[in-house]
């Protein structure tokens, strides 16, 4: 124990006497560690800006899903999904995927269905099919839609060529054009008609509803109400008449990926299913691979600048181990075992990759906090990215990573050293 | 006690040892002179396990040092070897003290360390030197510190290179005097290569490197116009001491007197 103890303490103080040295031959381990430190909190913090900022307003995680009739001559034609449908079995499949963050489901009401409009006096009866999508879909987008209750007035948006419609009309009848916002709460009533059966004859349901607002929602127009409104209605009318159909189909699916680099295998899953895909597949694949260069030039950048700080610390630590060949060579006469000298060796320069990992983190972290609040100065177009500075974790990795580099470049030189040729360098 | 069997050692082309063969026994002085670069170094290192001859073995107690592994080897030199050399070889970084100390550091088996290093203080006259870094210190101090150092572990046998070559006529009259007592007192064997006629004062055995080949060679009658004319004790303290942890048996039952020998 005893034994133990007074070498350990021997051990040390050698390295000690000698770590000043040691620490001027390694002192690229902090450029490198620097560089680091400040490179990934900074990557991090420029893909999340890419992300949130950029790529999630081009919805590029999105994925928009047909029925099979829109694509004729192959050619994508997204308004047809109005007469498709996609089974509600392939919609339960791909609502499961893993990859799959969120799922908006458009449903069509499968009645003959109008619109019944009253404006100043004239009326209108046009045939509008009733679409509904999640109140989630559309939250934010239009005022009051989230606050849907299933009850009646029926919220409905509508699609803004209904303003360039009614416009038209007023302009021919001689009176001034609406603004978009006068005619928000313009009460209307959707007429829907029961299919004819053996003993009665078709019959019209008046629902009374109101305009909340006008959107583009999808490429085709439709009159758009919660989706809960019309799977409510399907079924209590597939109960009161005992049809046998479900009264609702699904025309159409958004959906979002976890991840874009999910996109494109998700979207050739479902194209496998007979589904037409819509996607930012190419934006996302072209950025992904924006990205993958970026990275790669910086790990190649990392890679070589690891590689000199190696080639260079081991060339000092053969610098080292030349300046010190007399006091190895004197221990091994004494009676120091090769293997003791090689972990002497290691060992100190462990230690004082410990203290230069250390080192290097708080330079880069000083300078990635500098950096950051310069960089809307350097760079205008970066000036909204968010950088945070470097965690716990990565001073530990700082260390860690820090202490490999050393010891590494350090054991071919202590080997060196132990294989000095013993009894001629004693002879100095 | 150490046994050199048919060695031979070349480097590349050149054979600096020829069929050497040669016995270390206890508690004698063996001298090997030779021309320079004659092989007498090389063959100090062979016998110490630091070089492994071209062909031939090394035997201690009957064993083949060279069979052993670095780790076993090692520990036989820092407990059955002691080094002297012309240059002293101390660790600049320590203190005189803590290259005598050093040895002992790292052999598991030291026990009385500080004791017997207070010992061979006294015993070398070392004192006033003790806590100077090498550095600081002359010829002859230096040497006694190496000394000390190599006898610290109470080896079985000393291997000087050239112990005086470095040395005024005095001080390697004492250390040659040193070399003679520490023979008597502790009982250790040594192995001088030098070319310092003197030692053959107090040399048992005689040899000569030539041509490669050990040869052993008859004492001249008249050895040196500058024999050493006291011991080194007579100069310190006219008093030698064993090494309180080498002792006889009857001895050993009263671990803490120091037993004083003639």
Known sequence: MFYILRNIALITKDSIRNIFRTM????????????????????????????????????????????????????????????????????????????????????????????????????????????????????????????????????IVAPKLVIEMLNEFLVIKNMPPLEENALKGLPLNILIFEPPMENRPEKELQIPSTLLGFADVFPFPTVLVPSEYITS????????????????????????????????????????????????????????????IIDRFSYAVIGILLFITIISIFNSYLNIVYIRSYSFSLKRIIGVSKLRIILEFVLESAIVGTLLGAIGFFLGDRMLSYASQKIGQWIPALRNIVVTSSSENLLWFSIFFSIVISSLSALLPAIFASNINLFKASRK | MLSVQNVSMSFKERNVLNNITFTVKENTINIIMGKSGSGKS????????????????????????????????????????????????????????????????????SQNRR????????????????????????????????????????????????????????????????????????????????????????????????????????????????????????????????????????????????????
């Open chain 2, 42 to 109: 090389t063959l100090l290192g062979i016998m110490s396990g630091l070089l492994k001859p071209t062909s031939g073995q090394v035997l201690f107690m009957g064993n083949d040092i060279y069979r052993w592994g670095d780790f076993r080897r090692s520990r036989f030199r820092n407990k059955t070897i002691g080094f002297v050399f012309q240059f002293f070889n101390l660790l600049p970084d320590l203190t005189a003290y803590q290259n005598i100390l050093y040895p002992t550091i790292i052999n598991p088996f």
């Open chain 1, 24 to 155: 001027i031959s390694s002192f690229g381990i902090i450029i490198l560690i620097a560089f680091v430190v400040m490179y990934i909190p900074f990557r991090e913090s420029v893909k999340r800006y890419l992300e949130t900022n950029i790529f999630g307003k081009l919805a590029i995680n999105e994925i928009v899903i047909y029925p099979p009739n829109v694509r004729k001559n192959n050619i994508i034609t997204p308004s047809s999904s109005i007469s498709g449908e996609i089974s509600a079995e392939k919609i339960r499949r791909i609502a499961a995927f893993p990859e799959i963050q969120t799922m908006h489901k458009v449903v069509r009401l499968d009645f003959k269905t109008k619109l019944h409009i009253s404006l100043f006096g004239y009326t209108r009866y046009p045939y509008v099919p009733i679409c509904g999508v999640s109140k989630e879909y559309l939250k934010g987008k239009i005022i009051g839609w989230q606050n849907f209750k299933n009850t009646q007035p029926v919220p």
């Open chain 1, 233 to 292: 209605f399907a079924e209590m009318k597939r109960k009161e008449l005992g049809l046998k159909k479900r009264g609702y189909k699904y025309i159409m699916a958004i959906a979002t990926v976890k991840e874009q680099k999910y996109l494109p295998e998700v979207a050739r899953r479902i194209q496998n299913m007979g589904l037409v895909v819509e996607s930012q597949q190419d934006i996302a694949s072209k950025t992904n691979k924006a990205l993958e």
């Open chain 2, 115 to 262: 004791k017997d290093v207070d010992y061979l203080i006294e015993y070398l006259g070392l004192e006033r030197i003790i806590h100077n870094y090498p550095r600081t210190l002359s010829g002859g101090e230096l040497q006694r510190v190496a000394i000390a150092r190599a006898i610290i572990n109470r080896p079985k046998i000393v291997m000087a290179d050239e112990p005086t070559g470095n040395l005024d006529d005095d001080t390697a009259d004492q250390i040659i005097s040193l070399f003679n007592d520490i023979r008597k007192t502790q009982g250790i064997a040594f192995v001088v290569v030098t070319h310092e006629t003197r030692f053959l004062n107090i040399a048992d055995t005689y040899y000569r490197i030539e041509n490669s080949t050990l040869i052993k060679q008859p004492f001249p009658s008249e050895t040196s116009t500058h024999a050493p004319s006291t011991t080194f004790l007579d100069n310190q303290r006219k008093q030698p001491r064993r090494l309180i942890a080498i002792k006889s048996p009857q001895q050993s039952k009263k671990p803490k007197k120091r037993v004083i020998a003639d």
